[in-house]
């Protein structure tokens, strides 16, 4: 049996950035936030200062100002703001107003993770997983992500997914991913909620699934997730427990393409290689084609 849903042509309303609103609240992003903060930052509230910190790093409601997002994550950091101590990591981590320096990131990183933030705990076990600023350990990146699930941060619980996924520090379990990716994906992460799609749609971890696999891929469409649009592609470009349509599956690639995904450009290369959903078109085929290939690179 089919299962209907609705296509890509749909107003999907993708989510303003609401990677603040998530940790702050709502009120960050009001047009009074800027004023509001800054009295209580002056008052000496910590978490205004860190707010502060936020809205110049993001160039919310104010311009974009590393430097000055330094300082108040500073600030913060002096008056006892645990989260603050990872704000000021990540700064470092992404070479933000300052010199890129995995080894001072993962110093303010563990700062945090001492003053109990589950975030900083994770950055701290994404670290030892890259080997940034400390010797590649997937033993110890694990140990930390177990650490920040334990803590209910959902990115450590999606790493921990990834690792059973990829046998990394442990023997690959697609159970075990699926698992931990659940517990993610639960929390609303829509990375989580594309992995999870992935194992059902493959039958990895559990019974292949298409109609579990769609409802997952298109709830992590929803939220933007470029990664989930590319799987619905494939969906609708292998026609697994929907009709097939060529078509829907280039739009859906485009979606990811837009997004920057570099899988859903070298589909949209092939479907004009081949005349899939698209007039044959050898030259716009190798413009995607090239797309790819500098995405890949990125």
């Known amino acids: ?63 974009k100002d590393f430097a000055e997002a330094m300082r108040w994550y500073q600030k913060a950091a002096e008056a006892g703001d645990a989260i603050a101590l990872t704000d000021i990591g990540r700064l470092h981590d992404n070479g933000r107003g300052v010199p890129q320096n995995f080894s001072e990131a993962l110093i303010w990183y563990r700062k945090g993770a001492s003053a109990g933030d589950p975030k900083a705990i994770d950055n701290v076990g994404v670290m030892y997983a890259l080997g940034q600023g400390v010797p590649l350990s997937y033993a110890e990146a694990l140990s930390w992500f177990h650490k920040a ?11 921990i997914g990834a690792f059973y996924e990829k046998g990394q520090g442990v023997p690959s379990d697609y159970a075990q991913a699926l698992h931990w990716y659940n517990q993610a994906a639960g929390k609303g992460l829509p990375t989580a909620m594309s992995s999870v799609a992935y194992l ?99």
């Not at 849903?5 to 998530?22: A, H, M, R, V, Y």
């Not at 699930?149 to 790493?159: E, F, H, K, R, Y």
């Not at 559990?206 to 933007?224: I, Q, V």
């Not at 829907?248 to 997004?259: D, G, I, M, S, T």
């Open 149 to 159: 699930a334990d803590l209910g941060d959902a990115d450590a619980m999606n790493n």
């Open 1 to 63: 049996m089919f299962l209907m849903l609705g296509t890509c042509s749909d107003d999907i309303q993708l989510p303003k950035d609401t990677q603040f609103e998530n940790r702050f609240g709502p009120e960050l992003l009001d047009t009074h936030a800027l004023d509001k903060y800054r009295d209580a930052a002056n008052k000496g509230q910590p978490a205004a200062m860190r707010h502060l910190g936020a809205l110049y790093e993001t160039g919310t409601l104010v311009a």
């Open 200 to 298: 059902y749609a493959n039958g990895l971890g559990t019974p292949k699934d298409p109609s579990d696999a769609l409802a997952w891929y298109r709830k992590a469409a929803a939220l933007g997730d470029p990664a989930a649009m590319y799987g619905l592609g494939l969906i609708y470009q292998s026609g697994s427990g929907i009709p097939r349509s060529y078509a829907e599956a280039l739009c859906w690639f485009r979606r990811a393409a837009n997004l920057g995904d570099s899988n859903a450009m070298n589909s949209i290369a092939m479907a004009y290689e081949t005349g899939a959903g698209v007039p044959r078109d050898t030259a716009e085929a190798a413009r995607w084609y090239r797309k790819a290939a500098a995405g890949a690179k990125n």
